[in-house]
């Protein structure tokens, strides 16, 4: 058996973890965070993509490292520690995905080349209203060419320069009512609005639709199961995303827990703190077990997939959000002010686990997919 | 990232699995509901001891012992053990191996784990060269059991706490005093046990570790009823039980040391025996109904089921990345820290919750309950146990929080005062 990353995945990881560390500190985070005109970090964008980091997973022949899934999720696990302000997400686990899997040879050689060279962002949209997206709720039209419409969050929508969109091709509002459609959000009649998102180093804006002229992604009828399955494997990336960020918040918690004196004494000595960071390792240990098998089954293009991805999805936000939110807890008053950073984990956290399905949506994909993989 | 053997693990697993299909039965493919062969979910330690009652108890032990035999003439008995006390002198990946195959059959267990996992460990590291000659090979075979005479009424978590009275007359130590929570006393032949030689020194250094035989006149046996209306453990009375000072392991003052690598033995926690998990109740929501169909169906129901699943794989996947370590030679991280304490708390929340679909026939515990029998009626109570045997939930978080996490240890009473001048309460 060999279930971990090998020396190459490891020292990839090495290599990318002291790069972030260098490039990607928090007082480069605060500055997308502080500033509202600002939707991502451009410098560190054209860093990481000279690197090749956007072009992981993306072939050789499109411009790409033409590395595997594995590279992609070490990658995300460092993205995911360092709260880097890219639209790293969007753009490579969504848009490049969705291309690199449904996309034509002409569509392929249009779009990843840009995407994979970091000079072009690419994002999805699926989302209208509130509440769990669901085929009768997406009223956004495609006829005669054009989308006509209104998409909201939608996230790196303001930096994204290309759109993957689900909309109606007919009336009748079902699962085979829906087609994926390419946009170039440069168009005319694509209309951006601000939205100011829980975490802004994570933006989104909502789009309005129209008359914008869009091509037809993949088969017609066929977007629920296309983006099922993307959304599956993005589910990994943001796994390691977020198994990143629960450890560093970990990481965090213990140190001023050691350095904190009160009653005479390291805070980090009461039990009280202690079980809640034992508590906080167990979480994410079982995330990060998950995350390797849901890595496991998108490296391998396991059927597995939808139940490993779910698995990981569910497990990560859980270790995520109760790393994040116990790291203030531990850090007492100064915990909840604007100047240490614990905010960042904190509302990473929480939009993160929102960001493709609520964690409640995810837990429900996971049974329903146990449930049909009992049947066969 | 694959799940593929080396050519040699390989190799192995295909000696022992040939071995169990040749000479064990293999578990149904729902292994965890009761049934004749299987009337409980197995408990981790010793096998009970009143059900069924002393007969039943009897056979159980003969049938225990003829299966020792032939998985020792085989050599999978004690993998880890050197050839020279007749193991197999074997790596600790094909220990795991092992043990993930034996978990398919039925085969019995309990009785003979803490002698090779842990005791006959302790003799090889502290024990004579005859004693090593004269019990090692029979613990291996199961023609002598042994048990672990450590923890007392006011020693569990604390452990070094220890208080029965070991003294010194001529060649001869007086044991006098009690134990408790030992598994298998009563079918045990053999004993070590860890007594307190000098009440004035301090806490950790006035303790002499012994072993000894059950049948020693002044020491008597008595089981304890646990609330799940099986007893599992004993507590052990000792009456003026003198043993030579022969049967000393390490120098007198030095029991803690010699306890310490005790304890360091534990097995391999990866043949987990089968408990109650996700799989057992999500075939229980397949047929239980609630208020607006079956119990699967309903959304609450759902959420659930999807936190135990990811608690439940979480841990397996855990274990396969501590496999991974050892099949490259490496030490396993402190992964395998979690698994108890994790669960032990999911059976009793999926005990409990299982309770709760049933409704008001929850409340029955009897074999003719409709679904799945008693299972999540034991589970309810045996859970309650796992969390504290073994280390309980809190001792496994300190430990995670100290020896993994590396945060501070918490400030300690006992660690400058002789132990006579402890206060103790009311004990």
């Known amino acids: ?376 | 990232m694959d799940f593929n053997d080396s050519q040699q693990e390989a190799a192995f697993r295909k000696e022992a699995r040939d071995f169990l299909e040749a000479n064990a039965e293999k578990r149904s493919i729902i292994s965890d509901k009761p049934n004749d062969k299987n009337p409980q979910i197995a408990v981790a330690g010793a096998p009970e001891t009143v059900k069924g009652g002393k007969e039943a108890a009897q056979e159980a032990l003969e049938r225990a012992k003829v299966w020792q035999k032939k998985k020792a003439e085989a050599g999978f008995a004690a993998i880890l053990w050197p050839k020279e006390f007749g193991g197999y002198g074997g790596s600790p990946i094909q220990q795991v191996i092992y043990s993930q195959e034996e978990h398919d059959y039925l085969v019995p267990s309990g009785y003979f784990e803490i002698g090779i996992g842990m005791l006959g460990p302790t003799m090889m590291v502290w024990g004579k060269d005859e004693d090593k000659k004269r019990y090692l090979p029979k613990m291996i075979t199961g023609e002598e059991i042994w048990c672990q005479l450590f923890s007392e009424p006011s020693a569990g978590s604390d452990l070094a706490g220890i208080k029965m009275k070991a003294e010194k007359d001529g060649n001869e130590w007086v044991l006098n005093g009690q134990k408790v929570w030992t598994s298998g006393a009563h079918f045990a032949d053999y004993g070590m046990i860890v007594a307190r030689s000098d009440p004035s020194a301090l806490k950790h250094k006035g303790l002499t570790y012994f072993y000894l035989d059950m049948k020693t006149p002044g020491i008597e046996v008595r089981p304890i009823k646990q609330i799940s209306g099986t007893s599992n453990f004993n507590e052990v009375f000792f009456n003026d039980v003198r043993i030579p000072d022969s049967q000393r392991l390490g120098g007198e003052g030095e029991g803690w040391k010699v306890a310490l690598t005790t304890l360091m033995n534990e097995r391999l926690a990866v043949g987990d025996p089968p408990g109650l998990d996700f799989d057992q109740i999500f075939e229980a929501t397949k047929e239980l109904e609630v208020e607006d169909g079956l119990a699967i169906k309903n959304s609450e129901v759902r959420q659930k089921m999807a936190d135990w699943y990811v608690q439940s794989r979480g841990l397996q996947y855990t274990k396969f990345r501590s496999i991974t370590a050892l099949s490259k030679g490496q030490t396993p991280g402190p992964e395998l820290s979690i698994s108890k304490l994790v669960t032990a708390s999911k059976m009793q929340d999926v005990s409990a919750y299982a309770l709760e679909l049933m409704d008001s026939s929850g409340m029955v515990h009897h074999d003719q309950n409709p679904v799945l029998k008693n299972l999540f009626q034991n589970g309810y109570f045996f859970s309650a146990a796992m969390r504290i045997a073994g280390g309980t939930d809190e001792v496994l978080r300190n430990i995670i929080a100290e020896r993994v996490l590396g945060l501070p240890q918490d400030e300690r009473a006992d660690k400058k005062v002789p132990f006579n001048e402890l206060p103790s309460g009311k004990n």
């Open chain 1, 1 to 376: 058996m060999n279930f971990d990353f090998s020396d190459d995945q490891k020292l990839l990881r090495d290599q990318a973890r002291k790069f972030l560390f260098d490039k990607c500190d928090r007082k480069s985070v605060r500055t997308i965070l502080d500033d509202d005109q600002l939707h991502y970090h451009k410098e560190l964008w054209s860093q990481i993509s000279e690197m090749g980091w956007t072009g992981t997973a993306i072939p050789e022949e499109y411009g790409g490292l033409g590395l595997g899934m594995l590279e992609l999720c070490v990658i995300a696990e460092e993205l995911g520690r360092s709260l880097a302000p890219t639209p790293f997400s969007s753009s490579i686990y969504l848009f490049a995905e969705f291309i690199k899997n449904y996309g034509s040879e002409d569509q392929k050689k249009k779009f990843l080349p840009a995407i994979a060279s970091g000079e072009k962002i690419g994002t999805f949209a699926l989302s209208e209203t509130n509440g769990t997206p669901k085929p009768s709720n997406v009223k956004t039209k495609f006829s005669s060419g054009k989308i006509n419409g209104y998409k909201s969050p939608v996230s790196d929508g303001e930096s994204a320069d290309y759109l993957i969109i689900a909309a109606n091709s007919d009336d009748k509002g079902n699962r085979n009512s829906l087609s994926l459609y390419i946009v170039d959000l440069h168009e005319n009649g694509v209309n951006k609005t601000s939205l100011e998102t829980i975490d802004p180093t994570r933006p989104a804006c909502s789009i309005n639709f129209e008359n914008v002229e869009a091509e037809l992604l993949g088969e017609q009828g066929m977007a629920w199961d296309m983006t099922e399955n993307i959304l599956n494997r993005a589910a990994v990336l943001y796994s390691f995303e977020q198994v990143g960020g629960a450890q560093v918040s970990l990481d965090e918690a213990k140190k001023y827990s050691m350095e904190r004196f009160a009653f005479g004494r390291q805070i980090g000595s009461f039990q009280a703190l202690k079980h809640k960071m034992a508590d906080m390792y167990v979480k994410i240990e079982l995330a990060r077990s998950n995350a390797y098998y849901g890595a496991w089954a998108l490296s391998t293009d396991s059927n597995e997939l939808p139940v490993a991805a779910a698995g990981a999805r569910v497990s990560a936000s859980d270790a995520f959000n109760y790393a994040a939110k116990e790291n203030i807890q531990i850090h007492g008053g100064v915990g909840f002010t604007w100047d240490y950073d614990c905010h960042l984990f904190y509302r990473r956290s929480k939009l993160l686990s929102l960001n493709i399905g609520s964690t409640r949506q995810w837990k429900e994909n996971l049974i329903s997919n146990l449930e049909k993989r009992n049947i066969v």
